[in-house]
């Protein structure tokens, strides 16, 4: 066992795990955080989707030795304005879209789209369809055309 000291959803944390296990259960498992979603385990399916240092990944494929005490974790729990509980324009959007069907991948859908959006914005340009096609998160309901307008949605709203 190791020590391995990392910021989630801006809280310090540290936790003892085995250099080897995966961040994803480091989450669910040790912290308790039950956004990141187990679908496949290989970085395949996507549900696990996270933010680390504001950029999507998928904490199912890395070792929390991977991690360093600067990086900084973001999951569905975290998107939420920690004062007023005001959700993340994502957020708002799929629920006013009403894009879950079983839900199951919707944490992983949502910060892929964030993550999308802002490397979009960071290249100067708005969302297209091209980077629609880039995200590889997998819905086994189908609600990709739902999360295309909530996408679109929320991109018009986020800052």
Partial sequence: MSQHTFTVNGKRVTVDADDKVRLLWVLRDLLGITGPKYGCGINVCKACTSHINGKAFNPCSVPVSAIGPDDEITTIEGLADPETGELHPMQQAWLDRDVAQCGYCQPGQIMAAIAKV?????????ISDADFDEIRNICRCGTYSRIREAVRTAAAEMR
């Fill in 118 to 126: 802002k490397q979009a914005r960071a290249e100067g340009r708005e």
